[in-house]
């Protein structure tokens, strides 16, 4: 049963540290999302992949986060530095196109 | 810019009864249409979708209504069963490069 994984489920962090959250798409799946859950925005697209290349990230505040994908089984997000703002459940998804995507169970962040 | 307006932050039916989930869009562009359902704790998966060239799509207990002119579709759940307590995001894409999501609706259905 192939799943997306992210970690850490939850992290709590002081205003101005680091944030690195990971994610392991489902092999073969050659679309990564990042996207970014708040209670009035719903669900957010902060950057997209496609074959380990960055294709869109224009929903992504440049000055403090950034995603790379390392190779094809990992993609990160980090945040640095970090602030209460940034407090949100992140989720990473993969697939082979836009249409359908896997989510996975998404990083709860609490920036203090 | 909230292209996708899902304006019921929560619903809450019956079990049994139908559930109508509604959601408009402004933009015209947007040809594919999907609903995903989320558990707390769970990332969201992936439920119905619709070609903008439909305007009706059935897949058991789920169907999603598309009316084009009026920018609006509707996920319908006959019969609702506690199990489908859940939140329900639309989601709209165009030409399969920019995907809009909506703010979710809780649906609760009740024993």
């Known amino acids: 049963d192939a799943r997306v994984t992210q970690t850490p489920r939850h992290k709590v962090t002081e205003m101005g540290q680091e944030v690195t959250m990971r994610c392991q798409p489902i092999l073969g799946h050659n679309t990564v999302f990042w996207y970014r859950q708040t209670m009035m925005q719903g669900l957010e697209l902060l950057a997209y992949?496609?074959?380990?290349?960055?294709?869109?990230d224009s929903g992504m505040p440049k000055d403090r986060f950034s995603a790379e994908m390392p190779d094809a089984t990992l993609a990160t997000l980090k945040i640095q530095p970090s602030e209460p703002r940034d407090s949100a459940v992140y989720f990473c998804?993969?697939?082979?196109?836009?249409?359908?995507?896997?989510f996975g169970p998404g990083t709860r962040l609490l920036v203090l | 810019d909230q292209q996708v307006k899902q304006n019921s932050p929560s619903l809450s039916v019956q079990e049994g009864r139908i559930s109508i989930l509604n959601c408009d869009y402004t933009?015209?562009?947007?040809?594919?249409f999907l609903w995903y359902k989320k558990y707390p704790a769970e990332g969201p998966t992936f439920l119905i979708s619709i070609s903008s060239i439909k305007d009706k799509n059935e897949d058991g207990r789920f169907t999603v209504f598309l009316n084009k002119s009026a920018k609006h579709l509707s996920l319908h759940i006959v019969p609702s069963q506690p199990g489908d307590s859940a939140v329900y995001f639309c989601?709209?894409?165009?030409?399969?490069?920019?995907?809009?999501f909506g703010a979710g609706t809780r649906l609760t259905v009740k024993p």
């Open positions: 998804a993969s697939g082979l196109g836009r249409q359908t995507q896997y």
């Open positions: 989601a709209a894409l165009y030409n399969n490069t920019d995907m809009r």
């Open positions: 992949f496609r074959n380990r290349a960055p294709l869109d």
């Open positions: 933009n015209s562009m947007f040809d594919y």
